[in-house]
């Protein structure tokens, strides 16, 4: 005898606390999933997850900590802790804002640049092979959902009931 399979499965529906409380959890075992991954790709190049991800999030444009806390979904306490890691280490730099004096931008150096080149084929080739294993049209489907449940808890904000 083999076990029922999961609602989600069978096309069953479930009730609104079930659905949140497995989203919950498949999301913060993706998230330890991906941070797993992430440390493996970023220590060649002497990064740690964390730092990757702030350097990630300057390469487009210099931003200030909040708003790289703000784009990342993390304590501005953090961002700053991991930026001034960064900067003390060469990787990225402090540079005036003109929108805002005591806010300074960070942006990755030069040598912030090169060591998130050196994860670039890592990270193509994990791509690859997710796409390989999800399927091109459902990986671009799993970005879409997952895109749309963060805007939609963007705008239930700090709302509880």
């Known amino acids: 005898?083999?076990?029922?399979?999961?609602?989600?499965?069978?096309?069953?529906?479930?009730?609104?606390?079930?659905?949140?409380?497995?989203?919950?959890?498949?999301?913060?075992?993706?998230?330890?999933?991906?941070?797993?991954?992430?440390?493996?790709?970023?220590?060649?190049?002497?990064?740690?997850?964390?730092w990757w991800q702030v350097l990630g999030a300057v390469l487009p444009q210099p931003l200030p900590v909040s708003g790289i806390a703000r784009e990342m979904g993390i304590t501005r306490q953090s961002v700053q802790r991991i930026a001034d890691l960064l900067v003390g280490r060469g990787l990225a730099a402090y540079e005036p804002n003109p929108a805002h004096r005591r806010a300074k931008l960070l942006t990755p150096t030069e040598?912030?640049?090169?060591?998130i080149r050196e994860i670039t084929p890592g990270h193509a080739a994990l791509?690859?092979?997710?796409?390989?294993?999800?399927?091109a049209e459902d990986f671009a489907e799993t970005v879409r959902v997952l895109?749309?449940?963060?805007r939609s808890m963007d705008a239930l904000g700090s709302r509880s009931d």
Do not use: C, I, Y
Not at 147 to 150: A, K, V
């Open 1 to 50: 005898m083999t076990a029922p399979e999961p609602a989600a499965e069978t096309g069953a529906r479930t009730d609104s606390p079930e659905l949140l409380s497995r989203t919950a959890l498949g999301v913060f075992r993706l998230n330890g999933q991906f941070l797993s991954v992430a440390e493996e790709l970023a220590a060649p190049a002497g990064l740690t997850a964390a």
């Open 147 to 150: 895109e749309r449940l963060s």
């Open 111 to 115: 040598e912030g640049r090169a060591a």
């Open 127 to 135: 791509a690859q092979r997710l796409a390989e294993e999800l399927g």
